[in-house]
Protein backbone atom coordinates (compact mmCIF):
# COMPACT_ATOMS: atom_id res chain seq x y z
CA UNK A 1 0.00 0.00 0.00
CA UNK A 2 1.21 3.49 -1.36
CA UNK A 3 2.01 5.66 1.66
CA UNK A 4 1.07 9.50 1.79
CA UNK A 5 4.33 11.24 1.25
CA UNK A 6 5.01 13.83 3.78
CA UNK A 7 5.09 17.12 3.03
CA UNK A 8 2.61 16.64 0.53
CA UNK A 9 3.57 18.71 -2.32
CA UNK A 10 0.89 21.41 -2.72
CA UNK A 11 1.20 22.45 -6.63
CA UNK A 12 0.26 20.32 -9.56
CA UNK A 13 2.43 18.53 -12.32
CA UNK A 14 1.38 19.15 -16.11
CA UNK A 15 4.76 18.23 -17.63
CA UNK A 16 3.73 14.34 -17.71
CA UNK A 17 0.37 15.21 -19.83
CA UNK A 18 1.90 17.63 -21.86
CA UNK A 19 5.53 18.83 -21.27
CA UNK A 20 6.05 22.56 -21.63
CA UNK A 21 2.54 24.02 -20.62
CA UNK A 22 1.09 26.67 -23.14
CA UNK A 23 4.67 26.14 -25.13
CA UNK A 24 3.77 22.57 -25.68
CA UNK A 25 5.62 21.73 -29.41
CA UNK A 26 3.86 18.15 -28.25
CA UNK A 27 0.27 19.39 -27.22
CA UNK A 28 0.91 21.10 -30.65
CA UNK A 29 1.19 18.02 -32.31
CA UNK A 30 -1.72 16.41 -30.34
CA UNK A 31 -3.84 18.89 -31.51
CA UNK A 32 -2.73 18.80 -35.36
CA UNK A 33 -3.05 14.90 -35.07
CA UNK A 34 -6.62 15.22 -33.66
CA UNK A 35 -8.29 17.77 -36.48
CA UNK A 36 -6.67 15.39 -38.91
CA UNK A 37 -8.48 12.58 -37.90
CA UNK A 38 -11.80 14.47 -36.95
CA UNK A 39 -11.51 15.69 -40.96
CA UNK A 40 -11.25 12.22 -41.64
CA UNK A 41 -13.80 11.02 -39.62
CA UNK A 42 -16.20 13.78 -40.85
CA UNK A 43 -15.55 12.50 -44.33
CA UNK A 44 -16.17 9.61 -44.17
CA UNK A 45 -19.46 9.56 -42.25
CA UNK A 46 -20.78 11.87 -45.17
CA UNK A 47 -20.40 9.18 -47.71
CA UNK A 48 -22.27 7.23 -45.32
CA UNK A 49 -25.92 6.14 -45.50
CA UNK A 50 -28.26 4.69 -42.51
CA UNK A 51 -27.66 0.29 -42.81
CA UNK A 52 -30.36 -1.50 -44.53
CA UNK A 53 -30.05 -4.38 -42.26
CA UNK A 54 -27.33 -5.84 -39.49
CA UNK A 55 -24.93 -6.71 -41.46
CA UNK A 56 -24.25 -3.38 -42.77
CA UNK A 57 -24.38 -1.84 -39.27
CA UNK A 58 -20.78 -3.38 -39.08
CA UNK A 59 -19.30 -0.61 -41.45
CA UNK A 60 -19.75 1.62 -38.34
CA UNK A 61 -17.66 -0.42 -35.60
CA UNK A 62 -14.99 1.67 -36.62
CA UNK A 63 -16.81 4.97 -36.98
CA UNK A 64 -17.92 4.82 -33.82
CA UNK A 65 -14.56 4.02 -32.24
CA UNK A 66 -13.42 6.67 -33.54
CA UNK A 67 -15.61 8.99 -32.56
CA UNK A 68 -15.09 7.32 -28.93
CA UNK A 69 -11.12 8.46 -29.44
CA UNK A 70 -11.73 11.97 -30.46
CA UNK A 71 -14.12 12.28 -27.61
CA UNK A 72 -11.54 11.09 -25.35
CA UNK A 73 -8.63 12.87 -26.70
CA UNK A 74 -10.96 16.63 -27.12
CA UNK A 75 -11.79 16.08 -23.45
CA UNK A 76 -7.81 15.71 -23.02
CA UNK A 77 -7.15 18.88 -24.36
CA UNK A 78 -9.70 20.63 -23.46
CA UNK A 79 -8.79 19.67 -19.52
CA UNK A 80 -5.01 20.30 -20.17
CA UNK A 81 -5.74 24.13 -21.11
CA UNK A 82 -8.15 24.44 -18.70
CA UNK A 83 -5.77 23.68 -16.43
CA UNK A 84 -3.57 26.15 -17.65
CA UNK A 85 -5.49 29.17 -17.32
CA UNK A 86 -6.67 28.16 -14.12
CA UNK A 87 -3.31 28.21 -12.80
CA UNK A 88 -2.39 31.58 -14.35
CA UNK A 89 -5.14 34.15 -15.38
CA UNK A 90 -2.75 36.21 -17.40
CA UNK A 91 -1.74 33.27 -20.10
CA UNK A 92 -2.52 34.74 -23.07
CA UNK A 93 -1.33 31.49 -25.07
CA UNK A 94 -3.69 29.53 -22.93
CA UNK A 95 -6.43 31.74 -24.28
CA UNK A 96 -5.78 31.12 -27.50
CA UNK A 97 -5.04 27.28 -27.08
CA UNK A 98 -8.44 27.22 -25.43
CA UNK A 99 -9.92 28.62 -28.99
CA UNK A 100 -8.43 26.31 -30.72
CA UNK A 101 -9.95 23.23 -28.97
CA UNK A 102 -13.12 24.93 -29.00
CA UNK A 103 -12.94 25.14 -32.88
CA UNK A 104 -11.68 21.11 -32.40
CA UNK A 105 -14.62 20.65 -30.85
CA UNK A 106 -16.88 21.77 -33.35
CA UNK A 107 -15.28 19.76 -35.71
CA UNK A 108 -16.17 16.66 -33.73
CA UNK A 109 -20.19 18.20 -32.87
CA UNK A 110 -19.96 18.14 -36.66
CA UNK A 111 -19.23 14.19 -37.21
CA UNK A 112 -21.26 13.54 -34.51
CA UNK A 113 -24.43 15.51 -36.28
CA UNK A 114 -23.79 13.81 -39.14
CA UNK A 115 -23.29 10.23 -37.16
CA UNK A 116 -26.52 10.82 -35.66
CA UNK A 117 -28.37 11.60 -38.99
CA UNK A 118 -27.62 8.02 -39.72
CA UNK A 119 -28.88 6.92 -36.27
CA UNK A 120 -31.91 9.02 -36.93
CA UNK A 121 -32.33 7.65 -40.50
CA UNK A 122 -32.30 3.84 -39.40
CA UNK A 123 -35.25 1.99 -39.32
CA UNK A 124 -36.65 0.68 -36.15
CA UNK A 125 -35.92 -3.28 -36.74
CA UNK A 126 -32.38 -2.82 -38.57
CA UNK A 127 -31.96 -0.46 -34.80
CA UNK A 128 -33.17 -2.69 -32.72
CA UNK A 129 -30.66 -5.45 -34.03
CA UNK A 130 -27.56 -3.13 -34.19
CA UNK A 131 -28.32 -2.31 -30.67
CA UNK A 132 -28.40 -6.24 -29.64
CA UNK A 133 -25.09 -6.79 -31.44
CA UNK A 134 -22.47 -7.97 -28.29
CA UNK A 135 -20.01 -5.57 -29.62
CA UNK A 136 -22.77 -2.61 -29.06
CA UNK A 137 -24.92 -3.74 -26.66
CA UNK A 138 -22.96 -2.02 -23.99
CA UNK A 139 -23.00 1.66 -25.63
CA UNK A 140 -26.34 1.11 -26.82
CA UNK A 141 -28.66 3.34 -24.04
CA UNK A 142 -26.19 6.14 -25.30
CA UNK A 143 -26.37 5.55 -28.45
CA UNK A 144 -30.05 5.70 -28.40
CA UNK A 145 -30.22 8.73 -26.65
CA UNK A 146 -28.15 10.39 -29.44
CA UNK A 147 -30.82 8.99 -31.74
CA UNK A 148 -33.49 10.71 -29.88
CA UNK A 149 -31.45 13.74 -29.66
CA UNK A 150 -30.91 14.10 -33.30
CA UNK A 151 -34.85 13.56 -34.08
CA UNK A 152 -35.74 17.03 -32.05
CA UNK A 153 -32.64 19.05 -33.66
CA UNK A 154 -32.32 20.53 -37.03
CA UNK A 155 -31.58 19.05 -40.07
CA UNK A 156 -27.51 17.73 -39.79
CA UNK A 157 -25.94 20.65 -41.71
CA UNK A 158 -27.82 23.20 -40.22
CA UNK A 159 -26.63 21.83 -36.66
CA UNK A 160 -23.11 21.62 -37.93
CA UNK A 161 -23.49 24.99 -38.87
CA UNK A 162 -24.57 26.26 -35.54
CA UNK A 163 -22.11 24.79 -34.17
CA UNK A 164 -19.46 26.20 -36.21
CA UNK A 165 -20.72 29.73 -35.88
CA UNK A 166 -20.93 28.83 -31.80
CA UNK A 167 -17.11 28.73 -31.84
CA UNK A 168 -16.91 32.44 -31.67
CA UNK A 169 -20.42 33.57 -31.40
CA UNK A 170 -21.10 31.96 -28.63
CA UNK A 171 -18.36 29.99 -26.80
CA UNK A 172 -16.25 32.83 -27.48
CA UNK A 173 -18.64 34.98 -25.06
CA UNK A 174 -17.53 32.50 -22.30
CA UNK A 175 -14.14 32.85 -22.88
CA UNK A 176 -14.24 36.81 -22.86
CA UNK A 177 -15.81 36.62 -19.35
CA UNK A 178 -12.93 34.77 -18.07
CA UNK A 179 -10.86 37.87 -19.84
CA UNK A 180 -13.18 40.26 -17.79
CA UNK A 181 -12.23 37.77 -14.10
CA UNK A 182 -8.47 38.11 -14.86
CA UNK A 183 -9.11 41.91 -14.98
CA UNK A 184 -11.25 42.03 -11.62
CA UNK A 185 -8.82 43.04 -8.53
CA UNK A 186 -10.22 43.29 -4.49
CA UNK A 187 -8.71 45.85 -2.63
CA UNK A 188 -7.52 44.10 0.92
CA UNK A 189 -5.36 46.55 3.66
CA UNK A 190 -4.57 43.41 6.04
CA UNK A 191 -3.90 43.98 10.14
CA UNK A 192 -0.66 45.58 9.43
CA UNK A 193 -2.20 48.47 7.06
CA UNK A 194 -0.87 47.27 4.03
CA UNK A 195 -3.07 47.09 0.98
CA UNK A 196 -2.88 44.42 -1.57
CA UNK A 197 -4.82 43.81 -4.69
CA UNK A 198 -6.34 40.59 -4.35
CA UNK A 199 -7.65 38.13 -7.34
CA UNK A 200 -11.66 37.23 -7.53
CA UNK A 201 -10.40 33.67 -5.50
CA UNK A 202 -8.17 35.32 -2.78
CA UNK A 203 -10.35 37.48 -2.10
CA UNK A 204 -13.66 34.83 -1.67
CA UNK A 205 -11.56 33.12 0.78
CA UNK A 206 -11.50 36.51 2.26
CA UNK A 207 -15.18 35.94 2.77
CA UNK A 208 -15.33 33.52 5.08
CA UNK A 209 -12.80 35.08 7.58
CA UNK A 210 -13.68 34.53 11.06
CA UNK A 211 -13.50 38.16 11.67
CA UNK A 212 -16.92 40.01 10.81
CA UNK A 213 -15.32 43.36 9.59
CA UNK A 214 -13.04 41.21 7.54
CA UNK A 215 -15.99 40.05 5.86
CA UNK A 216 -18.05 43.13 6.07
CA UNK A 217 -15.35 45.23 4.39
CA UNK A 218 -14.31 42.67 1.56
CA UNK A 219 -17.70 41.91 0.67
CA UNK A 220 -18.42 45.77 0.12
CA UNK A 221 -15.35 45.51 -1.86
CA UNK A 222 -16.36 42.79 -3.72
CA UNK A 223 -19.49 44.19 -4.55
CA UNK A 224 -17.95 47.64 -5.95
CA UNK A 225 -15.10 45.80 -8.28
CA UNK A 226 -18.01 43.42 -9.80
CA UNK A 227 -20.34 47.16 -10.50
CA UNK A 228 -17.40 48.14 -12.34
CA UNK A 229 -17.32 45.41 -14.87
CA UNK A 230 -21.23 44.59 -14.92
CA UNK A 231 -21.93 46.40 -17.99
CA UNK A 232 -19.44 44.16 -19.71
CA UNK A 233 -20.98 40.85 -17.52
CA UNK A 234 -24.31 41.74 -18.76
CA UNK A 235 -23.42 41.74 -22.62
CA UNK A 236 -22.02 38.49 -21.79
CA UNK A 237 -24.67 37.05 -20.06
CA UNK A 238 -26.98 38.37 -22.46
CA UNK A 239 -25.38 37.20 -25.90
CA UNK A 240 -24.77 33.62 -24.39
CA UNK A 241 -28.89 33.54 -23.28
CA UNK A 242 -29.83 35.12 -26.72
CA UNK A 243 -27.59 32.48 -28.40
CA UNK A 244 -29.32 29.96 -26.65
CA UNK A 245 -32.68 30.77 -27.14
CA UNK A 246 -32.99 31.35 -31.15
CA UNK A 247 -31.64 27.82 -30.86
CA UNK A 248 -34.10 26.71 -29.33
CA UNK A 249 -36.84 28.55 -30.96
CA UNK A 250 -35.10 27.12 -34.71
CA UNK A 251 -35.54 23.38 -33.15
CA UNK A 252 -38.98 24.44 -31.89
CA UNK A 253 -37.87 23.86 -27.94
CA UNK A 254 -40.60 26.21 -25.71
CA UNK A 255 -39.36 24.66 -23.05
CA UNK A 256 -35.64 26.50 -21.56
CA UNK A 257 -35.60 23.17 -19.35
CA UNK A 258 -35.68 21.00 -21.71
CA UNK A 259 -32.00 20.49 -22.39
CA UNK A 260 -30.51 20.79 -19.19
CA UNK A 261 -32.68 18.00 -18.22
CA UNK A 262 -31.91 16.02 -20.81
CA UNK A 263 -28.21 16.46 -20.51
CA UNK A 264 -28.67 15.31 -16.96
CA UNK A 265 -31.05 12.55 -17.72
CA UNK A 266 -33.84 13.87 -15.30
CA UNK A 267 -37.33 14.50 -15.83
CA UNK A 268 -39.08 17.84 -15.14
CA UNK A 269 -41.15 15.52 -12.10
CA UNK A 270 -37.96 14.91 -10.70
CA UNK A 271 -36.77 18.35 -10.21
CA UNK A 272 -40.43 19.21 -9.47
CA UNK A 273 -40.24 16.92 -6.29
CA UNK A 274 -37.12 17.68 -5.36
CA UNK A 275 -37.61 21.57 -5.11
CA UNK A 276 -40.97 20.95 -2.87
CA UNK A 277 -39.81 19.03 -0.51
CA UNK A 278 -36.84 20.86 0.28
CA UNK A 279 -39.13 24.40 0.09
CA UNK A 280 -41.12 22.21 2.98
CA UNK A 281 -37.82 22.01 4.85
CA UNK A 282 -36.47 25.84 4.62
CA UNK A 283 -37.95 26.93 7.79
CA UNK A 284 -36.09 24.67 9.73
CA UNK A 285 -32.99 26.21 7.92
CA UNK A 286 -34.21 29.15 8.77
CA UNK A 287 -34.41 28.49 12.51
CA UNK A 288 -30.68 28.03 11.79
CA UNK A 289 -30.08 31.07 10.48
CA UNK A 290 -31.88 33.10 13.07
CA UNK A 291 -30.15 31.10 16.12
CA UNK A 292 -26.66 32.08 14.29
CA UNK A 293 -27.15 35.47 13.84
CA UNK A 294 -27.72 35.33 17.56
CA UNK A 295 -24.37 33.77 18.10
CA UNK A 296 -22.67 36.06 16.39
CA UNK A 297 -23.90 38.83 18.06
CA UNK A 298 -26.64 40.50 14.83
CA UNK A 299 -30.25 41.05 14.80
CA UNK A 300 -30.06 39.05 11.30
CA UNK A 301 -27.03 37.63 9.18
CA UNK A 302 -26.06 39.88 6.56
CA UNK A 303 -24.80 37.93 2.99
CA UNK A 304 -21.29 37.51 4.24
CA UNK A 305 -22.57 35.95 7.68
CA UNK A 306 -23.95 33.29 5.90
CA UNK A 307 -20.70 31.14 5.72
CA UNK A 308 -19.02 32.40 8.34
CA UNK A 309 -17.23 30.23 10.63
CA UNK A 310 -19.18 29.68 13.73
CA UNK A 311 -16.18 29.68 16.69
CA UNK A 312 -12.56 28.30 16.15
CA UNK A 313 -11.61 24.98 14.86
CA UNK A 314 -8.86 24.47 16.97
CA UNK A 315 -5.87 26.20 14.59
CA UNK A 316 -5.34 26.85 10.98
CA UNK A 317 -5.23 23.50 9.19
CA UNK A 318 -1.71 22.89 7.48
CA UNK A 319 -2.32 21.10 3.89
CA UNK A 320 -0.54 18.18 5.11
CA UNK A 321 -3.14 17.72 7.97
CA UNK A 322 -6.01 17.56 6.05
CA UNK A 323 -4.48 15.38 3.22
CA UNK A 324 -3.30 13.11 5.95
CA UNK A 325 -6.97 13.76 7.70
CA UNK A 326 -9.22 13.15 4.22
CA UNK A 327 -7.12 10.06 3.27
CA UNK A 328 -7.99 8.56 6.86
CA UNK A 329 -11.48 9.20 7.00
CA UNK A 330 -12.06 7.82 3.71
CA UNK A 331 -9.97 4.82 4.53
CA UNK A 332 -12.84 3.88 6.71
CA UNK A 333 -15.70 3.68 4.12
CA UNK A 334 -13.38 2.33 0.94
CA UNK A 335 -9.76 1.60 1.52
CA UNK A 336 -10.22 1.18 -2.63
CA UNK A 337 -11.27 5.45 -1.93
CA UNK A 338 -8.21 5.73 0.12
CA UNK A 339 -5.56 4.36 -2.02
CA UNK A 340 -6.65 6.24 -4.81
CA UNK A 341 -6.47 9.52 -3.31
CA UNK A 342 -2.94 8.63 -1.68
CA UNK A 343 -2.19 8.14 -5.64
CA UNK A 344 -3.57 11.93 -6.38
CA UNK A 345 -1.09 13.24 -3.71
CA UNK A 346 1.49 11.86 -4.42
CA UNK A 347 1.60 11.78 -8.57
CA UNK A 348 0.62 15.42 -7.71
CA UNK A 349 -2.96 15.79 -9.02
CA UNK A 350 -3.71 18.67 -7.00
CA UNK A 351 -3.03 22.35 -7.60
CA UNK A 352 -3.41 23.90 -3.93
CA UNK A 353 -1.26 26.70 -3.27
CA UNK A 354 -2.30 29.79 -2.23
CA UNK A 355 -0.77 32.54 -4.62
CA UNK A 356 -1.88 35.35 -6.83
CA UNK A 357 -3.30 34.87 -10.31
CA UNK A 358 -5.21 31.75 -10.07
CA UNK A 359 -8.36 31.32 -11.08
CA UNK A 360 -11.03 31.40 -8.17
CA UNK A 361 -13.58 28.25 -7.22
CA UNK A 362 -12.19 24.75 -7.49
CA UNK A 363 -13.05 22.06 -9.58
CA UNK A 364 -12.14 18.47 -10.92
CA UNK A 365 -10.96 17.48 -14.57
CA UNK A 366 -10.62 14.33 -16.16
CA UNK A 367 -7.88 13.38 -18.75
CA UNK A 368 -9.15 9.96 -20.25
CA UNK A 369 -6.29 9.60 -22.23
CA UNK A 370 -3.53 9.87 -19.60
CA UNK A 371 -6.20 8.09 -17.22
CA UNK A 372 -5.29 10.91 -14.70
CA UNK A 373 -7.31 13.65 -13.11
CA UNK A 374 -6.32 17.45 -12.28
CA UNK A 375 -7.86 18.68 -8.98
CA UNK A 376 -7.35 22.75 -8.89
CA UNK A 377 -8.42 24.93 -5.61
CA UNK A 378 -7.12 27.48 -3.33
CA UNK A 379 -5.86 25.65 0.04
CA UNK A 380 -6.40 28.72 2.49
CA UNK A 381 -6.41 26.07 5.78
CA UNK A 382 -9.96 26.51 6.71
CA UNK A 383 -12.67 23.43 7.66
CA UNK A 384 -14.27 24.56 3.98
CA UNK A 385 -10.99 24.52 1.95
CA UNK A 386 -10.42 20.79 3.26
CA UNK A 387 -14.13 19.91 2.42
CA UNK A 388 -13.47 21.57 -1.05
CA UNK A 389 -10.39 19.42 -1.34
CA UNK A 390 -12.34 16.09 -0.24
CA UNK A 391 -15.17 17.01 -2.47
CA UNK A 392 -13.44 17.00 -5.70
CA UNK A 393 -11.17 13.99 -4.44
CA UNK A 394 -14.79 12.00 -4.48
CA UNK A 395 -14.76 13.75 -8.51
CA UNK A 396 -11.53 12.36 -9.41
CA UNK A 397 -12.88 8.97 -7.87
CA UNK A 398 -15.75 8.97 -9.84
CA UNK A 399 -13.84 9.21 -12.84
CA UNK A 400 -11.11 6.60 -12.02
CA UNK A 401 -13.72 3.73 -11.88
CA UNK A 402 -14.67 4.67 -15.03
CA UNK A 403 -11.46 4.57 -16.67
CA UNK A 404 -12.49 1.10 -17.95
CA UNK A 405 -15.14 1.84 -18.98
CA UNK A 406 -15.90 2.75 -23.20
CA UNK A 407 -16.00 6.54 -23.73
CA UNK A 408 -19.42 7.12 -24.59
CA UNK A 409 -20.45 5.41 -21.37
CA UNK A 410 -17.73 7.80 -19.03
CA UNK A 411 -20.19 10.62 -20.63
CA UNK A 412 -22.09 11.22 -16.52
CA UNK A 413 -24.17 13.94 -16.44
CA UNK A 414 -23.49 16.71 -14.30
CA UNK A 415 -26.34 15.97 -11.38
CA UNK A 416 -24.32 12.50 -10.68
CA UNK A 417 -20.84 13.71 -11.22
CA UNK A 418 -22.28 15.96 -8.04
CA UNK A 419 -23.02 12.58 -6.28
CA UNK A 420 -19.56 11.01 -5.41
CA UNK A 421 -18.28 14.73 -4.22
CA UNK A 422 -20.33 15.25 -1.87
CA UNK A 423 -20.32 11.73 -0.69
CA UNK A 424 -16.85 12.45 -0.38
CA UNK A 425 -17.36 15.66 1.85
CA UNK A 426 -19.82 14.39 3.96
CA UNK A 427 -17.89 11.29 5.14
CA UNK A 428 -14.57 13.86 6.00
CA UNK A 429 -17.63 16.39 7.52
CA UNK A 430 -19.24 13.90 9.59
CA UNK A 431 -16.19 12.67 10.99
CA UNK A 432 -14.72 16.21 12.05
CA UNK A 433 -18.22 16.88 13.60
CA UNK A 434 -17.88 12.87 15.55
CA UNK A 435 -14.19 13.72 16.66
CA UNK A 436 -14.64 17.20 17.68
CA UNK A 437 -11.86 18.16 20.40
CA UNK A 438 -15.14 19.53 22.73
CA UNK A 439 -18.68 21.33 22.54
CA UNK A 440 -17.69 24.65 21.02
CA UNK A 441 -15.71 22.98 18.51
CA UNK A 442 -18.48 20.35 17.58
CA UNK A 443 -21.05 23.35 17.04
CA UNK A 444 -18.40 25.35 14.59
CA UNK A 445 -18.05 21.85 12.67
CA UNK A 446 -21.78 21.20 12.68
CA UNK A 447 -22.33 24.74 11.73
CA UNK A 448 -20.13 24.16 8.81
CA UNK A 449 -21.92 20.83 7.88
CA UNK A 450 -25.50 22.65 7.87
CA UNK A 451 -23.99 25.51 5.69
CA UNK A 452 -23.84 22.93 2.79
CA UNK A 453 -27.66 22.46 3.21
CA UNK A 454 -28.01 26.04 3.11
CA UNK A 455 -26.10 26.35 -0.12
CA UNK A 456 -27.99 23.93 -1.96
CA UNK A 457 -31.85 24.30 -0.37
CA UNK A 458 -31.01 28.22 -0.56
CA UNK A 459 -28.44 29.53 -2.75
CA UNK A 460 -28.63 27.15 -5.65
CA UNK A 461 -32.36 27.74 -5.71
CA UNK A 462 -31.29 31.15 -5.43
CA UNK A 463 -29.60 31.01 -8.94
CA UNK A 464 -32.26 28.50 -10.05
CA UNK A 465 -35.09 31.04 -9.74
CA UNK A 466 -32.30 33.91 -11.45
CA UNK A 467 -31.89 31.70 -13.92
CA UNK A 468 -35.60 30.31 -15.11
CA UNK A 469 -36.90 34.18 -14.60
CA UNK A 470 -33.53 35.88 -16.61
CA UNK A 471 -34.42 33.56 -19.47
CA UNK A 472 -38.01 34.10 -19.34
CA UNK A 473 -37.42 38.14 -19.25
CA UNK A 474 -34.56 37.92 -22.07
CA UNK A 475 -36.77 36.55 -24.70
CA UNK A 476 -38.72 39.47 -24.66
CA UNK A 477 -34.90 41.95 -25.00
CA UNK A 478 -31.76 42.53 -23.39
CA UNK A 479 -31.24 43.13 -19.77
CA UNK A 480 -29.44 45.51 -17.90
CA UNK A 481 -27.25 45.22 -15.24
CA UNK A 482 -29.78 47.03 -12.84
CA UNK A 483 -32.75 44.29 -14.32
CA UNK A 484 -30.20 41.85 -13.66
CA UNK A 485 -29.47 42.64 -10.26
CA UNK A 486 -32.65 43.38 -9.42
CA UNK A 487 -33.81 39.79 -10.78
CA UNK A 488 -30.99 38.33 -8.98
CA UNK A 489 -31.50 40.15 -5.06
CA UNK A 490 -35.77 38.82 -5.74
CA UNK A 491 -34.60 35.86 -6.62
CA UNK A 492 -32.47 35.35 -3.77
CA UNK A 493 -35.09 37.00 -0.97
CA UNK A 494 -37.43 34.64 -1.78
CA UNK A 495 -34.70 31.10 -1.74
CA UNK A 496 -33.57 32.59 1.93
CA UNK A 497 -37.34 33.12 3.09
CA UNK A 498 -36.37 36.74 3.57
CA UNK A 499 -34.30 35.86 6.39
CA UNK A 500 -31.07 38.46 5.63
CA UNK A 501 -30.48 41.49 6.30
CA UNK A 502 -29.14 42.15 2.82
CA UNK A 503 -28.03 39.97 -0.20
CA UNK A 504 -25.39 39.86 -3.16
CA UNK A 505 -27.17 41.90 -6.26
CA UNK A 506 -24.17 41.20 -8.62
CA UNK A 507 -23.52 37.70 -7.73
CA UNK A 508 -25.06 36.77 -11.21
CA UNK A 509 -21.75 38.86 -12.34
CA UNK A 510 -19.15 37.32 -9.91
CA UNK A 511 -20.25 33.48 -10.01
CA UNK A 512 -18.87 31.36 -13.74
CA UNK A 513 -21.45 28.99 -13.40
CA UNK A 514 -24.24 31.24 -15.08
CA UNK A 515 -20.98 31.68 -18.11
CA UNK A 516 -20.30 28.00 -18.84
CA UNK A 517 -21.42 27.68 -22.45
CA UNK A 518 -21.24 23.49 -22.18
CA UNK A 519 -24.03 23.73 -19.46
CA UNK A 520 -26.54 25.39 -19.31
CA UNK A 521 -28.71 25.25 -15.57
CA UNK A 522 -25.51 24.81 -14.16
CA UNK A 523 -27.22 25.00 -10.79
CA UNK A 524 -30.13 22.56 -9.49
CA UNK A 525 -27.43 19.19 -10.56
CA UNK A 526 -25.50 20.54 -7.62
CA UNK A 527 -28.47 20.06 -5.41
CA UNK A 528 -29.26 17.00 -6.99
CA UNK A 529 -26.61 15.37 -6.30
CA UNK A 530 -26.00 16.76 -2.81
CA UNK A 531 -29.78 15.37 -1.81
CA UNK A 532 -29.06 12.05 -3.65
CA UNK A 533 -25.74 11.37 -2.04
CA UNK A 534 -27.15 12.32 1.36
CA UNK A 535 -29.50 9.97 0.39
CA UNK A 536 -26.95 7.40 -0.36
CA UNK A 537 -24.83 8.12 2.54
CA UNK A 538 -28.52 7.23 5.00
CA UNK A 539 -28.27 4.15 3.38
CA UNK A 540 -24.30 3.50 3.74
CA UNK A 541 -24.89 4.12 7.26
CA UNK A 542 -27.12 1.60 7.64
CA UNK A 543 -25.32 -0.96 5.83
CA UNK A 544 -21.60 -0.56 6.64
CA UNK A 545 -18.60 -1.68 4.95
CA UNK A 546 -20.53 -3.80 2.39
CA UNK A 547 -22.21 -0.89 1.30
CA UNK A 548 -18.58 0.43 -0.51
CA UNK A 549 -18.79 -2.32 -3.41
CA UNK A 550 -22.70 -1.37 -4.26
CA UNK A 551 -21.33 2.48 -3.91
CA UNK A 552 -19.04 1.75 -6.84
CA UNK A 553 -21.12 -0.38 -8.83
CA UNK A 554 -23.91 2.75 -9.01
CA UNK A 555 -21.45 5.37 -9.65
CA UNK A 556 -20.01 2.81 -12.95
CA UNK A 557 -23.60 3.32 -13.91
CA UNK A 558 -23.92 6.96 -14.27
CA UNK A 559 -22.91 7.24 -17.62
CA UNK A 560 -25.15 4.32 -18.80
CA UNK A 561 -29.26 5.06 -17.90
CA UNK A 562 -31.51 7.82 -16.19
CA UNK A 563 -31.17 8.69 -12.68
CA UNK A 564 -34.46 7.37 -12.11
CA UNK A 565 -33.11 4.29 -13.60
CA UNK A 566 -29.98 4.24 -11.67
CA UNK A 567 -31.91 4.80 -8.35
CA UNK A 568 -34.15 2.16 -8.98
CA UNK A 569 -31.46 -0.07 -9.76
CA UNK A 570 -29.17 0.23 -7.22
CA UNK A 571 -31.14 1.82 -4.27
CA UNK A 572 -34.85 0.76 -5.33
CA UNK A 573 -36.46 3.57 -4.38
CA UNK A 574 -38.55 6.00 -7.00
CA UNK A 575 -36.96 9.46 -7.37
CA UNK A 576 -40.37 11.17 -9.00
CA UNK A 577 -41.76 10.64 -5.11
CA UNK A 578 -41.04 12.44 -1.87
CA UNK A 579 -39.98 9.71 0.10
CA UNK A 580 -36.48 9.45 -0.74
CA UNK A 581 -35.97 13.30 -0.45
CA UNK A 582 -37.34 13.42 2.33
CA UNK A 583 -34.88 11.16 3.95
CA UNK A 584 -32.33 13.00 2.03
CA UNK A 585 -33.55 16.19 3.75
CA UNK A 586 -34.09 14.74 6.87
CA UNK A 587 -30.50 13.88 7.54
CA UNK A 588 -29.72 18.40 7.24
CA UNK A 589 -32.50 18.62 9.61
CA UNK A 590 -31.35 16.38 12.31
CA UNK A 591 -28.11 18.47 11.90
CA UNK A 592 -29.91 21.55 12.30
CA UNK A 593 -31.91 19.87 15.36
CA UNK A 594 -28.40 19.01 17.24
CA UNK A 595 -27.62 22.37 16.37
CA UNK A 596 -30.32 24.23 18.01
CA UNK A 597 -29.83 22.17 20.83
CA UNK A 598 -26.44 22.44 21.56
CA UNK A 599 -26.33 26.53 21.53
CA UNK A 600 -29.43 26.59 23.55
Not at 382 to 394: D, I, P, Q
Not at 405 to 419: D, G, K, R, S
Amino acid sequence: MEQLKNPVNPTWELDSVFPGGSASAEFQHFLHQLGEDLKTLHERLISMSAPADVEETKAFDEVIEGLQSANARITEADSFVGCLAAQDQHDKKAVQLAAKVTGLRAAYENAMTQFQSVLRMTEDPVWEAWMGRAEISPISFVLSEKRQAAREKLAPELESLAAELAVDGYHGWGQHYDTIVAKVGVPFTDAQGETALLSVGQAANKLNDPDRDVRETTFAKWEEAWSQVADYCADTLNRLAGFRLKMYEKRGWDDILKEPLNINRMSRETLDTMWQVIQEAKPTLVSYLERKAKLLGVDRLNWSDVDAPLGEVTGKITYDEAAAEIVKQFRKFSPKLADFSVTAFNRRWVEAEDRSGKRPGGFCTSLPVSRETRIFMTFGGTVSNMATLAHELGHAYHQYLMDELPQFNQEYAMNVAETASTFAEMIVGDALVKNAAGEQEKIALLADKINNGVAFFMNIHARFLFETRFYEKRKQGMLEPEQLCALMEEAQREAYMDALGNYHPHFWASKLHFYITDVPFYNFPYTFGYLFSTGIYALASREGEDFAVKYDALLMDTGRMTVEELAAKHLNVDLKKPDFWREAVNVVVEDVKLFLKLTE
